[in-house]
């Protein structure tokens, strides 16, 4: 089978390519000409250079092509210019799933986050439970307009999609914000707690690419969504990262109020000076870690046979990365 891989330079797609590469798909992978592809030629990829905002790149590189897999977007919670979401997040998707329906792809997993729904009513919330009102940052908000024009595309256009919604991403070599806060407090810049009350989802990143390859190679899955994560106190996280590092937690804790005021004017700053927050501590962030995301994502380990691993474990290897 041929797969074309968007997003296949970051975060999960470094994990995703290691697991494909273990398998029979022929790997054709979009880049752009600045990205970091040594990790896609030792898994025997197929380099395609464009971007998902070059709808023109995308339609050629799917040629001959069986399967797309979309993992192309912007997951931060602050960026100097706010456009870079709606461009990425919203037209990226856009231009992905039209140009597969124009090559005639078997299957599009695209795959979202599961902060599109937002803090439904129903908690723990599953699949088809109703999202929330508020999307509480501007990658949920823009997450979820593509998601919007992907099942769309699903039902007025027959789109062979199936979407997987990963809660917070951990593991060795992450970048991303909750790899930000973990590395900061492994290496002792964090002078404060906060959010230690609230309920957390997280996932290991092998654990996600393994949904992804489950969920491309299964049988009658069309239209198919998949949650991926596991529910734990803010509080029992970082102190595993403590027992794991042997760095104690910051003795002052921040109430909500507090913090999130503190973020309102970190972010403030940041807008006028265009460097990120101190500590990534940006408002979108405050506001998605002081909502308990609880999700039931069991249908994974029901149908697609998935084992999730220890957060532990995660945390572990991610710490391991970092000092290494």
């Known amino acids: ?3 074309f891989i968007t997003g296949a330079t970051g975060f999960i797609g470094t994990h995703l390519l290691k697991r494909l590469s273990q398998t029979s798909h022929q790997l054709y992978c979009l880049a752009r000409k600045s990205s970091n592809t040594q990790h896609l030629k030792e898994a025997g990829a197929i380099i395609v250079l464009g971007d998902v905002i070059d709808k023109r790149s995308l339609l ?6 069986d399967s797309v897999i979309n993992l192309a977007n912007i997951y ?3 960026e100097p210019n706010n ?7 919203i037209e990226g998707t856009r231009n992905v799933m039209e140009s597969a329906l124009e090559n005639h792809i078997s299957k599009v997993v695209h795959v979202s986050t599961s902060l599109i729904y937002g803090k439904p009513k129903e908690s723990p919330f599953n699949e088809e439970s109703p999202v929330g009102p508020v999307r509480y940052s501007e990658y949920a908000r823009t997450k979820y307009q593509g998601d919007l024009i992907a099942w769309k595309l699903f039902k007025e256009k027959s ?30 810049r964090v002078k404060a707690r906060a959010t230690d009350n609230h309920i957390n989802s997280v996932v ?3 654990d996600v690419a393994e949904v992804i390859v489950k969920a491309l190679e299964k049988e009658g899955n069309i239209g198919q969504k998949y949650l991926v994560g596991q529910q734990i106190y803010e509080r029992e996280y970082f102190q595993m990262v403590s027992q794991i590092s042997g760095v ?20 403030l700053l940041a807008n006028l000076t265009k460097k990120a927050p101190m500590w990534g501590l ?27 691993s220890p957060i532990r474990v995660a945390l572990e290897e991610e710490i391991s990365s970092y000092r290494a």
Not at 60 to 65: A, F, H, N
Not at 248 to 265: E, K, T
Not at 282 to 307: F, P, Q, W, Y
């Open 76 to 78: 931060t919670f602050w």
């Open 282 to 308: 940006s408002i979108d962030c405050l506001r998605t870690g002081t909502h308990n995301i609880m999700v039931d994502a069991t249908k994974v380990e029901r149908e697609l046979g998935i084992k999730y």
């Open 83 to 89: 456009r870079i979401y709606t461009d990425v997040n």
């Open 1 to 3: 089978m041929k797969t």
């Open 204 to 206: 290991h990143v092998r």
């Open 159 to 188: 789109l062979p999609l199936v979407v997987v919604y990963p809660c917070m991403v951990i593991g060795p070599g992450n970048p991303k914000s909750g790899g930000q806060i973990v590395r900061d407090l492994v290496e002792r």
């Open 60 to 65: 050629e590189g799917m040629k001959g092509c």
């Open 248 to 267: 104690p937690l910051p003795r002052m804790y921040l109430p909500d109020s507090v913090a999130i005021v503190g973020a309102f004017f970190l972010t």
